[in-house]
Nanobody
C-alpha cells in the first residue's frame, strides 16, 4: 500500500504561481512513477503530467506544457507540481497518483494509488 497526501492548494490570481506537494508513505516510493490529475466541477478527471520512478523523465498534457513542472524528492518521499502562469481554467481539484507501470501512462485506470485531492482556484 502507498498512502498519498496532497497539500499546497489555495486561491491565486490569474498569472500567479502555486506549488503543490504530495507526500507518500508506505511501500517504496521510488518504485512508482507519479502522476498528477485534476478534476474541474462537472468535468471528468484529466491527466496533467507524470514523472518517472527515478525522476529522469517527465510528460505533460498539452494544456499545461511549459507552465507546469513536476519534480520529486526521494529523500522526502514527496512529489511536487509547480504551477506557473495560472489561468482560471486551471481551477480544479488536483490529485496525485502512483503507478507501478512502466512507460507514459495518462489513463486513470493505470494508477494504483490516489490522494484525496487539494483544491486550486484561479481567479480572473
Amino acid at each position: 500500500q502507498v498512502q498519498l497526501v496532497e497539500s499546497g492548494g489555495g486561491l491565486v490570481q490569474a498569472g500567479g504561481s502555486l506549488r503543490l506537494s504530495c507526500a507518500a508513505s508506505g511501500r517504496t516510493f521510488s518504485s512508482y512513477a507519479m502522476g498528477w490529475f485534476r478534476q474541474a466541477p462537472g468535468k471528468e478527471r484529466e491527466f496533467v503530467g507524470r514523472i518517472s520512478s527515478g525522476g529522469a523523465s517527465t510528460y505533460y498534457a498539452d494544456s499545461v506544457q511549459g507552465r507546469f513542472t513536476i519534480s520529486r524528492d526521494s529523500a522526502k518521499n514527496t512529489v511536487y507540481l509547480q504551477m506557473s502562469s495560472l489561468k482560471p481554467e486551471d481551477t480544479a481539484v488536483y490529485y496525485c497518483a502512483a503507478s507501478g507501470r512502466l512507460g507514459v501512462r495518462t489513463s486513470i485506470s493505470e494508477y494504483d494509488y490516489w490522494g484525496q485531492g487539494t483544491q486550486v482556484t484561479v481567479s480572473s
